[in-house]
């Protein structure tokens, strides 16, 4: 089901940030887990980060130190800081709710989210 949308992605050179957008209903909102996912072309995808309803986060190794997830309660919208952008950060970005979201980013989950949106593209060439 697609009804998250995501927004900010872009091209950037190698060092530079951005900042990912991902809005929904309250409903969605309120009653699940929400994060980021990626996948790049030949590549499995993979979870970047989640943070659950009570605003604990987890990161990739890969990301850690460099992106933050945060969400705006007002706005129910979950956003993904990243910073120091390398070529490697290169994907398809896209956001994720699910009330077993934490659990399917500690698997490594390749299955279906309750929610999802249709992708952002983040480009970072060298």
């Known amino acids: 089901q697609v009804q998250l949308v995501e927004s900010g992605g872009g091209s950037v050179q190698t060092g530079g940030s951005l900042r990912l957008s991902c809005s929904t209903s309250?409903?969605?909102?309120?009653?699940?887990?929400m994060g980021w996912f990626r996948q790049a072309p030949g590549k499995e995808r993979e979870g970047v980060a989640v943070?659950?309803?009570?605003?604990?986060?987890i990161y990739a190794d890969s990301v850690k130190g460099r992106f933050t997830i945060s969400k705006d309660n007002a706005k129910n919208t979950l956003y993904l800081q990243m910073n120091s952008l390398k070529p490697e950060d290169t994907a398809m970005y896209y956001c994720?709710?699910?009330?077993?979201?934490?659990?399917?980013?500690?698997?490594?989950?390749?299955?279906?989210?309750?929610?999802w949106g249709q992708g952002t593209q983040v480009t970072v060439s060298s």
């Open positions: 943070a659950d309803r009570d605003g604990l986060t």
């Open positions: 994720a709710a699910d009330s077993f979201l934490w659990h399917k980013f500690l698997q490594n989950w390749q299955g279906a989210f309750a929610y």
């Open positions: 309250r409903n969605i909102y309120t009653n699940n887990s």
